[in-house]
Nanobody, 125 residues
Framework: QVQLVESGGGLVQPGGSLRLSCVASGFTLESYAIGWFRQAPGKEREGVSLISNSGRTTLYKDSVKGRFTISRDNAKNTVYLQMNSLKPEDTAVYFC??????????????????WGQGTQVTVSS
C-alpha cells in the first residue's frame, strides 16, 4: 500500500521551532520530488516547499524563505521540514505529497498525489 505519513506537529510559541517528517511506505521515495503543503481553516491548500528527487533543488514559498528548510534522507525514505522562527500565521495542517505531474507552478496541489493525513502545527502564545 502506497502511503505517506506526516508527523512532528504540535503546539509551539511564536519564535519556536518544529521539525516535520514525511515517511513513505509501499514505495521508494527517491523516485519522486516531494512537496510540503499547508492548509489553514477556511483557506485553500498552499505549497510551502519542494525538494527534488536528488535533494539538489529546493523551492520555498516566499513567506517561509530563510525560516524553513526542506531536506531528505532517501536511505530512510523520509523527507523533513525544519521550521524555525515560527509565526502565528504558520498555523495550519501540514501535508506532504509526491509530485507526479510537472508544470511551471510547483506549488499547485493538482500536480501532486499520495497525500498523507496531515499533521497539525499551532503557533500560539
Amino acid at each position: 500500500q502506497v502511503q505517506l505519513v506526516e508527523s512532528g506537529g504540535g503546539l509551539v510559541q511564536p519564535g519556536g521551532s518544529l521539525r516535520l517528517s514525511c515517511v513513505a511506505s509501499g514505495f521508494t521515495l527517491e523516485s519522486y520530488a516531494i512537496g510540503w503543503f499547508r492548509q489553514a481553516p477556511g483557506k485553500e491548500r498552499e505549497g510551502v516547499s519542494l525538494i527534488s528527487n536528488s535533494g539538489r533543488t529546493t523551492l520555498y514559498k516566499d513567506s517561509v524563505k530563510g525560516r524553513f528548510t526542506i531536506s531528505r534522507d532517501n536511505a530512510k525514505n523520509t523527507v523533513y521540514l525544519q521550521m524555525n522562527s515560527l509565526k502565528p500565521e504558520d498555523t495550519a495542517v501540514y501535508f506532504c505529497a509526491t509530485r507526479t505531474r510537472y508544470s511551471s507552478d510547483w506549488a499547485a496541489p493538482a500536480h501532486y498525489d499520495n497525500w498523507g493525513q496531515g499533521t497539525q502545527v499551532t503557533v500560539s502564545s
